[in-house]
Nanobody, 126 residues
């Protein structure tokens, strides 16, 4: 069964860090761009970062630029989201999605993604 599984969420104090993982099983991520989304209660889903399959081009939403870093390790079939200087407004369920793309990556929340993870909760609170 092909799937994405996120891990690494939890409760952290403001200013703290977390590293989320998005691991693929049943297929290889080599040909897929990966996007991290988040959704807080009562808010729309937001694409916060993505990374391309080929040249590892990255994108960051303005809300996380300079604080989050996306990376991928194709040998481990995993994509990471390093989140530093976390703020209470970063609290959300974070999900990763895979889209088979030759180049580039997308941050839109519409259709077109081939696989979705189930999500991991990130709570930033003192």
């Amino acid at each position: 069964q092909s799937q994405l599984v996120e891990s690494g969420g939890g409760l952290v104090q403001p200013g703290g860090s977390l590293r989320l993982s998005c691991a693929a099983s049943g297929f290889t991520l080599d040909y897929y761009a990966i996007t991290w989304f988040r959704q807080a209660p009562g808010k729309e889903r937001e694409g916060v970062s993505c990374i391309s399959s080929s040249d590892h081009t990255t994108y960051y939403a303005d809300s996380v630029k300079g604080r989050f870093t996306i990376s991928r390790d194709n040998a481990k079939n995993t994509v990471y989201l390093q989140m530093n200087s976390l703020k209470p407004e970063d609290t959300a369920v974070y999900r990763c999605a895979a889209e088979r793309l030759v180049q580039g990556c997308n941050s839109h929340s519409g259709p077109g993604y081939d696989y979705w993870g189930q999500g991991t909760q990130v709570t930033v609170s003192s």
